[in-house]
Nanobody, 117 residues
Framework: QVQLVESGGGLVRPGGSLRLSCAASGSIPSMFGMGWYRQVPEKQRELVARIGFRGVTFYADAVKGRFTISSDSTKNTVYLQMTGLKPEDTAVYYC???????????WGLGTQVTVSS
């Protein structure tokens, strides 16, 4: 079974930076399919960034140019480097592992990111 554990969240001032980590355990053939989502109260969980096939990355328009997703396959860890943080980035950030065969999603419990002065 795959387990995902996020860390690195916290309180940061606007314009600041934060690095989130997601440690994966279990059977992870590759980091392809790993991603980050975020969710705020009363809103749907939204995709922030993900690593697709061949390592091609995707970013939501709201974070493009500010966030960078990366991974270390030797550690089964995916990272989200966040810079130029804005108050609207405040959310619980969730690590996600999506597989196509079979189709399934694995989720961490989330880590809180609060951007406020």
């Amino acid at each position: 079974q795959v387990q995902l554990v996020e860390s690195g969240g916290g309180l940061v001032r606007p314009g600041g930076s934060l690095r989130l980590s997601c440690a994966a355990s279990g059977s992870i053939p590759s980091m392809f399919g790993m991603g980050w989502y975020r969710q705020v109260p009363e809103k749907q969980r939204e995709l922030v960034a993900r690593i697709g096939f061949r390592g091609v990355t995707f970013y939501a328009d709201a974070v493009k140019g500010r966030f960078t997703i990366s991974s270390d396959s030797t550690k089964n860890t995916v990272y989200l480097q966040m810079t130029g943080l804005k108050p609207e980035d405040t959310a619980v950030y969730y690590c996600n592992y999506h597989t196509l065969v079979p189709v399934r999603d694995y989720w961490g419990l989330g880590t809180q990111v609060t951007v406020s002065s």
